[in-house]
């Protein structure tokens, strides 16, 4: 296992397009799949101002985020089948984004890590007309990787 500077995250970090997002609540552990960019060490997601996802947040700010690729190796030899993966697990603290030039930052980087080139026409007009939607930041304390084959 490996771990990477904040400035400098694993490549699964930039490139994977869905991580799980761990959050806990009374003892009650929550993971669901969300879109995330990752920008100086920060992880940016969006969605809705409501629902299991937030309340958890709100009442723990503590999570980790998942991400992982894999692709399965077949054989003829059963004891030789295995799966080649890469995968990463940020942990930090995650927090609701009130600033709007960082909220604008934020979904321009979305917008522009899933259909590149789009993030640009997004303005502030634009975002603020989107009241419901809710902007998370997790700030990043530490990063973990693996792969199988190993990195050379």
Known sequence: MSEHALTDPPPILLEGRVGRL??????????VPISFVW?????????????????NLQQNPRVCLEVDESEFVPGDDPCKLHF????????GRARLVH??????????LLS??????TGDSLT??????YE????????VDVVTAR???PKE
């Open 22 to 31: 761990g959050t806990s609540r009374e003892d009650e552990p929550y993971v």
């Open 39 to 55: 920008h100086d060490g920060i992880i940016y997601f969006h969605g809705s101002r409501s629902g299991r996802k937030m309340t």
């Open 84 to 91: 080649t993966y890469r995968s990463a697990i940020a942990r």
């Open 99 to 108: 600033d709007p030039d960082e909220r604008l930052r934020a979904l321009r």
């Open 112 to 117: 522009n890590k899933y259909a590149p080139g």
């Open 124 to 129: 502030p007009g634009i975002v603020a007309g």
């Open 132 to 139: 419901n939607l809710a902007v998370i930041a997790i700030d």
């Open 147 to 149: 792969q199988d084959p």
